[in-house]
């Protein structure tokens, strides 16, 4: 399983901010960014509602030991989201996309908090592969538009052929402001 480029290129941003709080894997599947990230030293929690590919990452985990811990919830049920306010260091969000999270996913991080997320847009349909529901792409210029309260660092939207596949993805590198207390 190979790390998705972008979380390679951000990797010296993402170290940083695990000095903040837990590296946190949202949707994380069978762990290909977690399993990187803690392969660097840095402690991770990933979180999925599928618990076969949960005790995929933690076998994997188990066997390289890496610092990975698996956390089981339904990230789009009503009361699944399980991250404490002010608590994460740094959130990665990589092919998954739920709205109505982008305020929760902002109060989780800490002051200083790195956001680091990728996903399809809608543009992805003419690849035939991947989600084809509007609810999980993105418009185009959309993904910033979630996160208005963080400090952009680096966004970009297109089509990229960095994988074994072509996608069409937006990318979002964002930090929490220290000064958002009311947050």
Request: aromatic content about 8%; charged content about 20%.
């Amino acid at each position: 399983m190979t790390p998705s480029p972008w979380l390679e290129q951000s990797r010296a941003l993402v170290q940083a901010a695990a000095a903040l709080g837990p590296v946190v894997d949202l949707a994380c599947g069978r762990g290909r960014n977690a399993l990187a990230v803690a392969g660097w030293g840095t402690r991770v929690i990933g979180i999925d509602r599928n618990p076969d590919v949960l005790n995929e990452l933690a076998g994997a985990a188990h066997r390289a030991r890496l610092p990975v811990q698996c956390v089981r919830a339904d990230l789009e049920a009503e009361f699944g989201f399980p991250l404490k306010p002010r608590s994460c260091g740094a959130i990665l969000v990589f092919r998954f996309l739920c709205r109505r999270l982008a305020p929760r996913i902002v109060e989780a991080l800490a002051p200083g908090g790195l956001l680091l997320t990728e996903t399809f847009t809608l543009d992805h349909r003419q690849f035939g592969y991947g989600p084809t529901r509007e609810a999980f792409l993105l418009a185009a210029g959309e993904l910033p538009t979630l996160f208005p309260e963080l400090v952009i660092d680096a966004t970009w939207e297109g089509v990229s052929n960095a994988g074994p596949r072509p996608e069409a993805v937006a990318r979002l590198r964002a930090f929490r402001h220290s000064s958002l207390d009311g947050l």
